[in-house]
């Protein structure tokens, strides 16, 4: 399977809400994100559980445990190859209904402009 493009969600002002999710856990969360990141880039669709889950309106999460805190990054597929990471959150037992429906309306922004929703730095 050919690697998968990974495309981090961007809002118009040029926030990154990822990114800023990301400066905001531990070290050792990033990092783990961080490489849960790389699995989805190097697996695509093939990536499973436990690493993933699909959730529900075409938004799935990357899913990362640190002591009792479930993490998850959430994203959506946007082509044959492409991915596009929207956010991050932490959860209890399920990934909140305000989260899922962020992740939508960041899906619905970034296909009506592309250009204008793609954070083009580093991760």
């Known amino acids: 399977m050919p690697q998968t493009d990974v495309i981090i969600y961007q809002e118009k002002p040029g926030n990154v809400p990822l990114l800023e999710w990301l400066d905001d856990v531990p070290l050792n969360v990033r990092d783990k994100c961080i490489t849960k990141i790389e699995l989805l880039q190097e697996n695509g669709y093939d990536l499973r559980r436990p690493h993933c889950d699909v959730l529900e309106r075409q938004i799935w ?12 990054i959430l994203y959506a597929f946007v082509g044959k190859n492409a991915v ?7 959860k209890r037992k399920e990934v909140p209904k305000r989260e899922i429906d962020r992740a939508v309306r960041n899906l619905k922004k970034y296909k009506r402009a592309p250009e204008a929703h793609t954070y083009y730095g580093e991760l």
């Open 84 to 90: 596009l990471l929207s956010h991050g959150c932490t």
């Open 61 to 72: 999460e990357l899913r990362v445990r640190r002591k009792n805190i479930n993490y998850r």
